[in-house]
Protein backbone atom coordinates (compact mmCIF):
# COMPACT_ATOMS: atom_id res chain seq x y z
CA UNK A 1 0.00 0.00 0.00
CA UNK A 2 1.47 3.49 -1.11
CA UNK A 3 0.95 5.92 2.04
CA UNK A 4 -0.14 8.99 0.67
CA UNK A 5 -0.05 10.94 3.77
CA UNK A 6 3.79 10.29 4.12
CA UNK A 7 4.20 11.17 0.36
CA UNK A 8 2.33 14.39 1.15
CA UNK A 9 4.23 15.02 4.37
CA UNK A 10 7.45 14.80 2.93
CA UNK A 11 6.46 17.33 0.28
CA UNK A 12 6.19 19.42 2.88
CA UNK A 13 1.99 19.06 2.48
CA UNK A 14 -0.52 18.86 4.68
CA UNK A 15 -3.21 15.24 4.44
CA UNK A 16 -6.17 18.11 4.21
CA UNK A 17 -9.98 16.62 4.36
CA UNK A 18 -10.52 17.67 0.20
CA UNK A 19 -6.85 15.72 -0.14
CA UNK A 20 -8.26 12.53 1.90
CA UNK A 21 -11.65 12.83 0.21
CA UNK A 22 -10.31 13.23 -3.58
CA UNK A 23 -8.26 9.73 -2.53
CA UNK A 24 -10.89 8.19 -1.54
CA UNK A 25 -12.87 8.50 -4.65
CA UNK A 26 -9.81 7.99 -6.91
CA UNK A 27 -9.17 4.95 -4.58
CA UNK A 28 -13.18 3.65 -4.91
CA UNK A 29 -13.37 4.03 -8.39
CA UNK A 30 -12.59 1.19 -11.00
CA UNK A 31 -12.13 3.71 -13.97
CA UNK A 32 -10.37 7.09 -14.35
CA UNK A 33 -13.04 10.25 -13.15
CA UNK A 34 -13.04 13.46 -14.28
CA UNK A 35 -13.47 16.24 -12.11
CA UNK A 36 -17.14 16.27 -11.87
CA UNK A 37 -17.02 13.21 -11.57
CA UNK A 38 -14.79 13.20 -8.42
CA UNK A 39 -16.68 16.69 -7.24
CA UNK A 40 -20.06 14.11 -7.70
CA UNK A 41 -18.09 11.16 -5.39
CA UNK A 42 -17.24 13.59 -2.39
CA UNK A 43 -19.67 15.21 0.39
CA UNK A 44 -20.96 19.01 -1.30
CA UNK A 45 -19.16 20.88 1.56
CA UNK A 46 -16.14 20.54 -1.25
CA UNK A 47 -16.29 22.91 -4.48
CA UNK A 48 -14.93 22.40 -7.69
CA UNK A 49 -12.33 25.00 -7.41
CA UNK A 50 -11.09 22.78 -3.87
CA UNK A 51 -10.90 19.40 -6.28
CA UNK A 52 -8.98 21.14 -9.33
CA UNK A 53 -6.75 22.30 -7.03
CA UNK A 54 -6.00 19.17 -5.30
CA UNK A 55 -6.05 17.15 -8.45
CA UNK A 56 -3.63 19.86 -9.34
CA UNK A 57 -1.36 18.90 -6.10
CA UNK A 58 -1.20 14.46 -7.17
CA UNK A 59 -0.36 15.44 -10.73
CA UNK A 60 2.40 17.23 -9.44
CA UNK A 61 3.62 14.82 -6.29
CA UNK A 62 3.01 12.13 -9.30
CA UNK A 63 0.46 10.07 -7.32
CA UNK A 64 -2.01 10.68 -10.06
CA UNK A 65 -1.82 10.28 -13.79
CA UNK A 66 -3.96 12.01 -16.72
CA UNK A 67 -5.69 9.59 -18.56
CA UNK A 68 -6.78 11.52 -22.28
CA UNK A 69 -9.14 9.81 -23.94
CA UNK A 70 -10.78 12.37 -26.35
CA UNK A 71 -13.52 14.25 -24.29
CA UNK A 72 -12.64 17.11 -24.03
CA UNK A 73 -11.87 17.05 -20.66
CA UNK A 74 -9.30 15.27 -18.77
CA UNK A 75 -9.79 12.01 -16.36
CA UNK A 76 -7.57 11.36 -14.14
CA UNK A 77 -6.14 7.88 -12.01
CA UNK A 78 -4.27 7.00 -9.33
CA UNK A 79 -0.68 6.10 -10.54
CA UNK A 80 -0.55 3.08 -7.84
CA UNK A 81 2.27 0.14 -7.76
CA UNK A 82 3.39 -2.12 -10.44
CA UNK A 83 0.52 -2.69 -12.87
CA UNK A 84 -1.28 -0.10 -14.95
CA UNK A 85 -3.97 0.05 -17.19
CA UNK A 86 -5.14 1.66 -20.74
CA UNK A 87 -8.22 2.22 -22.15
CA UNK A 88 -11.08 2.26 -25.03
CA UNK A 89 -13.53 4.59 -24.42
CA UNK A 90 -16.61 4.31 -26.65
CA UNK A 91 -17.60 7.36 -28.11
CA UNK A 92 -21.28 6.64 -28.23
CA UNK A 93 -22.16 5.68 -25.13
CA UNK A 94 -19.36 6.26 -22.97
CA UNK A 95 -18.67 3.21 -21.96
CA UNK A 96 -14.71 2.49 -20.93
CA UNK A 97 -13.12 -0.53 -20.79
CA UNK A 98 -9.34 -1.65 -19.78
CA UNK A 99 -7.08 -2.65 -21.95
CA UNK A 100 -4.39 -4.42 -20.58
CA UNK A 101 -1.56 -3.95 -23.15
CA UNK A 102 1.21 -1.39 -22.84
CA UNK A 103 4.32 -0.56 -24.83
CA UNK A 104 6.47 0.73 -22.15
CA UNK A 105 9.31 -1.55 -22.36
CA UNK A 106 9.40 -2.54 -26.05
CA UNK A 107 9.72 1.42 -26.22
CA UNK A 108 12.44 1.58 -23.30
CA UNK A 109 14.16 -1.58 -25.74
CA UNK A 110 13.57 0.04 -29.06
CA UNK A 111 14.94 3.61 -28.03
CA UNK A 112 17.39 3.39 -25.00
CA UNK A 113 15.31 5.74 -23.14
CA UNK A 114 14.16 5.81 -19.45
CA UNK A 115 10.58 7.00 -20.22
CA UNK A 116 9.00 8.58 -17.62
CA UNK A 117 5.25 9.32 -18.86
CA UNK A 118 3.24 8.06 -21.74
CA UNK A 119 -0.60 7.56 -22.75
CA UNK A 120 -1.97 4.96 -24.87
CA UNK A 121 -5.77 5.71 -25.11
CA UNK A 122 -7.94 4.67 -27.85
CA UNK A 123 -11.49 5.93 -28.79
CA UNK A 124 -14.00 3.82 -30.86
CA UNK A 125 -17.85 2.40 -31.10
CA UNK A 126 -18.71 -0.52 -28.93
CA UNK A 127 -20.07 -3.38 -29.98
CA UNK A 128 -23.75 -2.61 -28.63
CA UNK A 129 -23.38 0.99 -30.42
CA UNK A 130 -22.49 -0.64 -33.74
CA UNK A 131 -24.92 -3.24 -33.53
ZN1 LIG B 1 -21.11 2.12 -26.96
ZN1 LIG C 1 1.33 1.67 -20.18
Do not use: W
Amino acid sequence: MINYKTIMKEAGLKFTRPRSLVLTALQKANEPLSIKEIYKRVPNRIDLASIYRTIHCFLELGIVREVPLGEGYQRYELVGEGKHYHYVLCVECGKLEDIDICLLEQVEKMTNYKILSHSMEFQGICHRCTG
